[in-house]
């Protein structure tokens, strides 16, 4: 993994061979230890999420926000076009959306706007 940055370089390889390049210097740490890229922890996190005794170690806009983004990038590499990542728009659409499939997208006008109720609590199949 090479990063640039800050007129650095760093340069990883297999999480056990680092160099750093700063001002022409050049620094190189090897570890001694065995390699730990994190499979372990992340996989505990993971568990304890599930069994609630922990947060997700992701956070749900974080994974649909990578997800945009990964989807707007594909978009533009085949349109040539550049795209927005508006991801509080996108998950306040997509919640509209899963609303009126759950409910079959009836409307009923409230002061407050538009929502829309199920079949059942208009009495039925109409």
């Given at each position: 993994?090479?990063?640039?940055?800050?007129?650095?370089?760093?340069m990883?390889?297999?999480?056990r061979?680092?160099?750093?390049?700063?001002?022409?210097?050049?620094?190189?740490?090897?570890?001694?230890?065995?390699?730990?890229?994190?499979?372990?922890?992340?996989?505990?996190?993971?568990?304890d999420?599930?069994?609630?005794?922990?947060s997700?170690?992701?956070?749900?806009?974080?994974?649909?926000?990578?997800?945009?983004?990964?989807l707007?990038?594909?978009?533009?590499c085949?349109?040539?076009?550049?795209?927005?990542?508006?991801?509080?728009?996108?998950?306040?659409?997509?919640?509209?959306?899963?609303?009126?499939?759950?409910?079959?997208?009836f409307?009923?006008?409230?002061?407050?706007?538009?929502?829309?109720?199920?079949r059942?609590?208009?009495?039925?199949?109409?």
């Amino acid at each position: 993994m090479e990063v640039f940055g800050g007129g650095s370089v760093a340069m990883l390889e297999d999480f056990r061979h680092l160099e750093l390049v700063r001002h022409g210097r050049k620094r190189v740490t090897r570890a001694r230890w065995r390699q730990d890229k994190g499979h372990k922890q992340e996989m505990q996190a993971f568990i304890d999420a599930v069994r609630g005794s922990s947060s997700a170690p992701i956070s749900f806009e974080q994974i649909v926000g990578s997800t945009l983004a990964t989807l707007r990038l594909q978009n533009s590499c085949q349109t040539g076009e550049p795209q927005t990542v508006a991801l509080s728009e996108f998950v306040a659409s997509a919640c509209i959306k899963s609303h009126m499939r759950e409910t079959r997208g009836f409307p009923v006008n409230v002061d407050s706007g538009s929502e829309y109720v199920s079949r059942r609590r208009l009495g039925g199949n109409r």
